[in-house]
């Protein structure tokens, strides 16, 4: 197999000059590497502006020393850059969290299913769910949100964009906290000069955090070791300090003019004054001094994010067929699929009933907590 595959989408007539320059722009050429050129973390960042699809993350990382990197281009401009791997008779792309347009996944489809004749599914994780007509077969399904606040100029301007609400809220919890412990402080710490001991301590709070819900701790020993190298170059840290120890604190990290939340904790004593949002307000404030344009807070529909600003992009999974038959022949997985989106929808109906008032409402809230409690009975927290 060769290193390098391109073809060139312009049909050009044979025996006329080379096109001009202007014509050049104008066409759209595909490279495909069989190893993923250092030259596309560069190109990923100014393409996607997001940390799950950057080589920078410790997964994307991983995965891309055994992948694939498809190219497409108009003149000098890349229009996609997809990461893949091949098992068998599928395709997966690992790079995600990213909006494509509906042109690039039809292009990135033919070329595959012409380069890998025994290839019968392309599958992509978490994209923008506008996908469009696409000419194969295809099942969208699961659900994923990226959380982004725009930002404007400074951070007067934005706490001014605030609800009234809001903003009392955040000026009255500020002055109590300090009101009821004199010991207490927020610092902000960057790069190289993020104390080690903060971040650990900050982890541990997030540990505690999904241990008192009663669900799983997400965070590996991997991907502990890359947050904590990550900040050294990359971080911004908001900490909450009780006499000098780690009560709350929200750990960003940056990529070009995009922040990304990465690990948020607080200790359950300071519920009452929300520090968890106290510290992502904060983080909101230094991110914007230093020139962002938009701050990313993750997955989970947790109702601080929306009162600060935030607005869900909604993401989903792609599974793509080569024929109507490959379709038929994965029909296990579609309807596991299909089923899986069923449940999905009605877990996020309750959750929205949740916080409605009214009978069906308050209806829905008990079922909810019931099913809390029984997911959560058989729980044991990780060592």
């Known amino acids: 197999m060769s290193n390098e595959s391109a073809i060139n989408e312009a049909n050009r007539p044979m025996g006329l000059q080379p096109p001009d320059r202007a014509a050049l722009e104008h066409e759209v050429s595909i490279s495909c590497h069989d190893t993923v050129p250092a030259s596309l973390e560069a190109e990923l960042v100014r393409l996607y502006r997001h940390m799950n699809s950057s080589l920078c993350h410790y997964a994307v990382a991983r995965r891309a020393r055994n992948a694939y990197a498809y190219l497409a281009r108009r003149g000098e401009h890349p229009l996609a850059i997809f990461l893949f791997q091949r098992e068998d008779r599928s395709i997966e792309v690992f790079n995600e969290m990213m909006q494509v347009a509906p042109a690039e996944i039809e292009r990135f489809a033919r070329y595959v299913f012409s ?46 964009s605030l609800s009234a609400k809001t903003r009392y809220n955040i000026k009255h919890q500020m002055k109590a906290i ?79 003019d995009h922040y990304f939340a990465h690990v948020n904790g607080y200790d359950t004593r300071f519920a009452k004054y929300s520090l968890g949002m106290l510290c992502c307000y904060l983080a909101m404030r230094e991110t914007i001094q230093r020139g962002a344009k938009e701050a990313h807070l993750s997955w989970g529909r947790n109702p601080y994010k929306f009162k600060l600003l935030g607005v869900a992009r909604d993401m989903a999974n792609l599974d793509i067929y080569r024929s109507r038959m490959a379709y038929f022949r994965y029909l296990n997985r579609v309807l596991r699929n299909a089923l899986g989106d069923v449940v999905e929808r009605q877990k996020l109906t309750l959750l929205e009933y949740e916080h409605r008032n009214g009978f069906l409402p308050a209806l829905a809230g008990r079922v909810v907590k019931v099913m809390r409690r029984i997911k959560r009975a058989s729980f044991r927290p990780s060592g």
């Not at 080690?196 to 541990?204: Q, R, T």
């Not at 999904?210 to 050294?232: C, H, L, Q, S």
């Open 178 to 256: 300090g009101a009821d412990f004199p010991g207490f402080s927020f610092e902000t710490y960057e790069n190289g000069a993020i104390p080690e001991n903060h971040v650990s301590g900050l982890i541990d709070l997030k540990k505690a955090n999904m241990d008192e819900k009663r669900v799983k701790f997400g965070i590996t020993p991997e991907e502990t070791a890359w947050i904590m190298e990550r900040a050294k170059t990359n971080g911004l840290l908001i900490v909450a300090l009780l006499d000098g120890k780690v009560c709350g604190g929200s750990l960003s990290f940056c990529l070009d």
């Open 115 to 160: 380069r890998f004749p025994s290839v019968a599914r392309i599958s992509f994780s978490k994209i923008g769910k506008d996908v469009g007509t696409l000419s194969f077969p295809r099942q969208q399904y699961g659900h994923a949100e990226d959380i982004v606040v725009s930002l404007p100029t400074t951070p007067d301007a934005y706490f001014s």
